[in-house]
């Protein structure tokens, strides 16, 4: 009887020091992936921003309709006129708005700038502060129309 | 260690069922490979979730969208063009992207509307590849009327 119960321990045994590695394995890959899991969030959730932005700006005119009269009033910012083409009052109207200001209105947790540029890449205009040794940025661009000719709108959120 | 053989050869004799307990140790052998399968195929699906970017295809349509309504806008999709169409397309576009055009165009007489032309502008479709389409329906003007009906489909990837 005793010989016979020595197999069980032994498979016991081996059972406990798989699952005891898969176990360990598995640990290791979790933190491993939260990490990733973590950053990635944190990239997506700026994409999203900028995504979300870059389509309000060229998709919108803003509210109110006459938010250029007084910008700092605004509730949201938009540079269309219509779908795709950018009103060049509307954007020096965003350009006159306070860093600060902007941010609040167009709901930025984090830093931002907007540059419209030409498709050979001339710099129209810049609003808000460029990315400069930031850890971490994304930016998104759309293409429309100002003046007739196609523009670049380049929408970029970072972190410092 | 002989001893321990010898005594689990004696308890497979006295069951005299030998196919029987093999089939039991398979099916232990079989919840493991199982178990071991899916523990596998949850890291695979992780990892591939952790690296691949949920916006991607978002990108691609907008960007083809934006291409579409900036050449309407500038007049060159009605133009027939085929160097300025194709010119404006790869200025438009982010690097990385092709595209192709299609644009049909109609007129319309007697009640209804009879294809005049149809054009192909841009890359080959590739094979094997995600693809995604958009489309802009244009009026072309002619003597403050409406001359014809166009209709663009594109059909864009990531190269």
Sequence with gaps: MAKKGQGVPIDFIMGLFIFLFMLAYFLVLWDNYSQRYVAKASTIDMETAAIGIADQLVSTGGSP?????APLAAQSIGLAWRQNEIDPYRLSALSSLPYANAKKILGVGREFAIKIETLDGGRLATIGNEAYNSSKAVEVARAAVMNGSAVNVKVQIYEN | ME????????????SGRTMQRGFVFSIDATLSAFLLMLVLATTVLLSVQAT????????????????????????????????????????????????????????????????????????????????????????????????????????????
């Design chain 1, 65 to 69: 309709g006459n938010w250029t009269s």
């Design chain 2, 3 to 14: 001893a321990q053989l010898m005594s689990r050869c004696r308890s497979m004799k006295i």
């Design chain 2, 52 to 159: 691949g970017d949920p916006y991607e295809k978002l990108q691609v349509v907008r960007a083809g969208k934006d291409a579409l309504v900036v050449l309407d806008r500038q007049g060159i999709l009605s133009s027939g063009n085929a160097t300025m169409v194709e010119a404006a397309l790869n200025a438009t576009l982010p690097k990385g992207i092709g595209a192709h055009i299609s644009i049909s165009t109609y007129q319309y007489a007697n009640g209804t509307f009879g294809i005049l032309d149809m054009d192909e502008y841009g890359e080959s479709v590739p094979e094997g590849k995600s693809i995604y389409g958009a489309s802009r329906n244009f009026v072309g003007i002619g003597n403050g009327q409406a001359a014809n009906y166009s209709s663009a489909r594109m059909w864009i990837w990531q190269k």
